[in-house]
């Protein structure tokens, strides 16, 4: 395989991706807004987590919501159904990210959350999956062949989720009240301290 062909194959597949973020938007619904306004409500704590990849991708989202003024965190699964599974209770949210929907771990995690009064938002590519069946709220994130690697691995799913967290995050911070000013303060350190400081003077927060 010469260099030409290499740089053409790596252009396909982020074109491909760049395709399944487009349609992503696309799919937004219901679901989509009956999350965020969830996640903005929450009294209690918002729980994330996922196995392997999603479960990444669940680190992710939940240190951005925490950085965005929500007491989110992530539980890895398999400490989850160690003792942790005792956390979710009502007022919380636990939002489970698998792409299949049919991990024994997350669907077990999920009948935990529900049966102790959570509210349980599933993640999965999957409408018609167990996952789907044991949450209150399901979001379908479609995958898209094309966009995997091998039509398998999962490249542009993993885009997919975390460009959904993204809009989640944006959203539910802007109806909490929480703006730059109180960023500043919640970052003291770093580059972010200073763009935000910057930006909310241009703002007059």
């Not at 636990?94 to 509210?119: F, H, P, Q, Y």
């Not at 209150?136 to 094309?146: D, G, R, S, W």
Request: hydrophobic share 45%; glycine share 10%; charged share 20%.
């Amino acid at each position: 395989m010469d260099d030409q062909n290499l740089l053409e194959q790596g252009r396909v597949l982020i074109r491909a991706e760049a395709e399944a973020l487009r349609l992503l938007a696309d799919t937004l619904d219901a679901s989509f807004v009956q999350t965020v306004n969830l996640v903005a409500a929450c009294t209690g704590c918002i729980i994330v987590t996922g196995a392997g990849t999603s479960g990444a991708m669940a680190k992710r989202l939940a240190h951005l919501l925490g950085t965005c003024g929500m007491k989110a965190f992530h539980i890895p699964v398999s400490d989850a159904l160690h003792g942790e599974s005792a956390i979710p209770g009502p007022g919380d949210v636990v939002l489970l990210m698998s792409k299949a929907g049919k991990s024994n771990d997350i669907n077990t995690l999920a009948r935990i959350a529900r049966e102790r009064g959570a509210t349980v938002i599933g993640w999965t590519a999957n409408a018609e999956s167990e996952l789907a069946s044991l949450s209150h709220v399901v979001n379908v994130i479609p995958t898209h062949a094309e966009a995997e690697g091998d039509a398998l691995l999962p490249f542009g799913s993993t885009l997919a989720a975390g460009a959904y967290g993204d809009a989640l995050t944006l959203l539910a911070k802007n109806l909490r009240g929480f703006n730059l000013a109180t960023l500043a303060q919640t970052h003291p350190l770093g580059g972010a301290n200073e763009l935000a400081r910057e930006k909310g003077d241009k703002q007059g927060q």
